[in-house]
């Protein structure tokens, strides 16, 4: 399983240039049966890292491009009428996927985007009353840019828990983007990435991960973490019980990708502020990653 790892890594690599811990984290969003939110401005490569991730999985892919006249039904489907059986016959919407890319998901309205919380959390959709399952494994990956305000719809504290880590991008450097423009002379393209890694082995890989260690001490040092979110001076929001959830599943994926069978404090230190960050709500305009780099400071390391 390691090997398939290894191939998905450097799947991605192919397209997404010296982004190295960007890709880790994606995989740690996957692996640990979550999504990730990818925050960042545009044209630095957060939608052909959603597509090149669903190109090396060997599902189904679905894309959708997020504005606001977009309608919930848009996204889970409706049921329309059949004029040749009489009866309503359910069309599917692109919620029925192994993954699902949500482009610019800040321009789709809180009510559209209200649509993606059953479906985020529950792996289901509920239309007309009658729940149906999306297929397994399921993974949602949405952007946003977080510069860009005019024409969108920040996603509610509600939508944000939903979603197990956020990151960014980032600017290349000099010389990662030397390497870029070399590629693009050589003629490479993500539409030649090949499947490496099927859906059984996914499933296998987020049951591996669910089963690595996590000592009685390591799970309170990220209660103590999430519990200083609580009662902070700096933060209106703390950290939900969902978000502890997330937390200890992130560093469960974390682990393993690194290579071990068990987690450390280091784990937990490197992946906090992507699971942490998005979830809080800081008093007058401070940072939340600012926020949660000094609590990772002041709570005490078992």
């Known amino acids: 399983m ?8 450097q799947n991605l690599a192919r397209t997404i240039v010296g982004k190295t811990e960007a890709i880790r984290l994606v995989l740690v969003a996957l692996l640990g049966g ?3 939110l ?8 957060k939608t052909l890292l959603a597509k090149s991730l669903a190109r090396s999985v060997d599902g189904k892919f679905q894309r959708l491009q997020c504005t606001p006249d977009l309608l919930p039904t848009d996204i889970t489907g409706t049921n329309i009428w059949n004029p040749k059986t009489g009866e309503f016959t359910f069309l599917e919407g692109p919620i029925f996927a192994n993954v699902m890319l949500a482009d610019e998901i800040n321009r789709a309205t809180p009510r559209t985007q209200s649509a993606l919380l059953e479906v985020m959390e529950e792996a289901q959709v509920t239309v007309d009353g009658v729940s149906r399952a999306v297929p397994q494994p399921f993974f ?19 939508q944000m828990d939903r979603f197990m880590l956020s990151l960014s991008l980032g600017y290349p450097t000099e010389q990662e983007e030397l390497q870029m423009l070399s590629r693009l002379q050589d003629g490479s393209k993500f539409t030649d990435l090949k499947p490496c890694i099927t859906l059984a082995e996914v499933e296998e890989l987020q049951r591996i991960c669910a089963a690595i260690k996590v000592e009685a001490s390591l799970q309170q040092y990220m209660l103590d973490l999430v519990r200083a979110t609580r009662c902070d001076e700096e933060i209106t929001l703390g950290i939900s019980p969902r978000g502890t959830v997330a937390l200890h599943k992130a560093t ?5 990708l690194s290579g071990r069978d068990y987690a450390i404090p ?15 709500i800081p008093v007058g305009g ?8 000094r609590l990772l400071r002041v709570v005490a390391i078992p």
Do not use: C, W
Request: net charge negative; glycine share 6%.
């Open 2 to 9: 390691r090997d398939k790892i290894d191939a998905l890594t």
């Open 34 to 36: 979550g999504h990730a």
């Open 38 to 45: 990818l925050e960042d401005v545009p044209g630095v490569g």
């Open 140 to 158: 949602v990956i949405a952007t946003q840019n977080p510069v860009e305000y005019q024409g969108t719809f920040p996603l509610p504290e509600a």
């Open 252 to 256: 469960q994926a974390f682990a393993y």
């Open 266 to 280: 280091d784990d937990v230190k490197f992946i906090a502020p992507h699971v942490l960050s998005h979830r809080l």
């Open 286 to 293: 401070r940072r939340a990653q600012s926020v949660m780099e």
